[in-house]
């Protein structure tokens, strides 16, 4: 990254004064010593017209990256709105993002969490010009770049289209092309908005960025620019992805909560994407169905809970292995022989 630019250089270009943001950056950190500077120094790169925040919310980290928070403050006090909790808020039950949001300023939110980054200086201007001139949709998204943290191999990920254009919301559910980088992720603020007061009646579901990018989308589609403008560490030491990776009930709950998370969206929208809904629960269903790694009983626990998302065929494909104990544990060529 190249050298930043001072707060007063910053603000020199801002059609706008500091405390109206037009965009509010929103962050949430926790134990991201080795990488937030990446995360703030991107936020910090941004040459925009229009004035934004960072709201970076630190849950109580206990490494030093709540002193690195502090020392951009210091930097950029009119631009960095930071909130240092003493107690883990995510312990606690409550929602950091949705704490984070809650204070946010600007007309839209552009969200990437304190170990992920952004990699282009006009990312931020180019997704608001973007928003400003589409009137009728919620999201703009791109695709992004991951890095393994366990190999370090880099992929390209969530590249819906050959050339920016407009994506159905269909594909947004079922991720046709993949995962959509959260650091891609810009959005009216009413849609956090919408999304609160859903989790409000829904506490039970879990999945967060399902509700993020279907809600972004369902009104009409999203809006794909096709550059990839962020990266996202995979399975770094203590996230969500690696904790899921390495532990099979957390990864069946948090199956459990994204199945029944589209259940309660398919109600929602009054079944206007029934089928959208019910093709990618039937995949996350069989996917834990085939998965050799968790053992028979909590399988059968699982399948009994949501064998309602399968068709008859999928049911009876697989009623032999589900009355036997131990048959989920068979070789792959028996596997392979359940239809996809």
């Excluded at 600007?106 to 931020?124: P, Q, R, S, T, V």
């Excluded at 399975?235 to 532990?247: A, E, L, Y």
Aim: glycine share 6%; proline share 5%.
């Amino acid at each position: 990254m190249s050298k930043l630019r001072g707060e007063d250089e910053i603000l020199s270009h801002w059609q706008g004064r500091p405390d109206d943001p037009y965009v509010s950056i929103c962050c949430m950190a926790f134990n991201h010593e080795p990488f937030i500077r990446d995360t703030l120094d991107g936020f910090l790169s941004q040459l925009t017209n229009v004035p934004f925040e960072i709201l970076i919310h630190d849950d109580a980290s206990s490494d030093g990256t709540a002193d690195i928070i502090r020392e951009y403050q210091h930097r950029y006090p009119s631009i960095i709105k930071p909130i240092f909790q003493e107690v883990n808020q995510y312990s606690q039950g409550n929602r950091p993002a949705r704490l984070n949001n809650k204070r946010a300023k600007g007309k839209y939110i552009a969200i990437c969490e304190g170990d992920d980054f952004w990699i282009d200086k006009n990312k931020l201007q180019h997704q608001f010009d973007v928003l400003e001139k589409h009137d009728g949709i919620d999201m703009c998204i791109h695709s992004g770049y991951q890095i393994n943290m366990l190999d370090g191999k880099r992929s390209e990920i969530g590249k819906y289209l050959d050339q920016s254009g407009l994506i159905p919301v269909g594909d947004i559910v079922l991720k046709r092309h993949g995962q959509i980088p959260t650091a891609s992720t810009f959005v009216r603020k009413h849609i956090t908005d919408e999304i609160a007061s859903f989790r409000d009646t829904h506490p039970y579901l879990t999945a967060g960025d399902i509700y993020l990018h279907f809600f972004g989308a369902k009104r009409g589609g999203a809006f794909y620019i096709n550059k990839p403008m962020s990266v996202y560490r995979a399975f770094v030491p203590g996230s969500w992805t690696q904790k899921n990776r390495n532990d099979y009930t957390k990864r069946l709950a948090n199956i459990s909560a994204r199945v029944n998370s589209y259940v309660e969206l398919d109600k929602l929208t009054d079944y206007k994407y029934h089928a959208v809904f019910s093709e990618v629960n039937r995949t996350w269903v069989l996917r834990v169905l085939k998965d050799y790694r968790v053992p028979y009983k909590p399988k059968l626990d699982f399948y009994r809970q949501h064998s309602h998302c399968l068709s008859l065929k999928y049911k009876l494909a697989f009623l032999p292995i589900v009355s036997v104990p131990g048959a989920f544990a068979l070789s792959k060529a028996v596997r392979k022989k359940v239809p996809s």
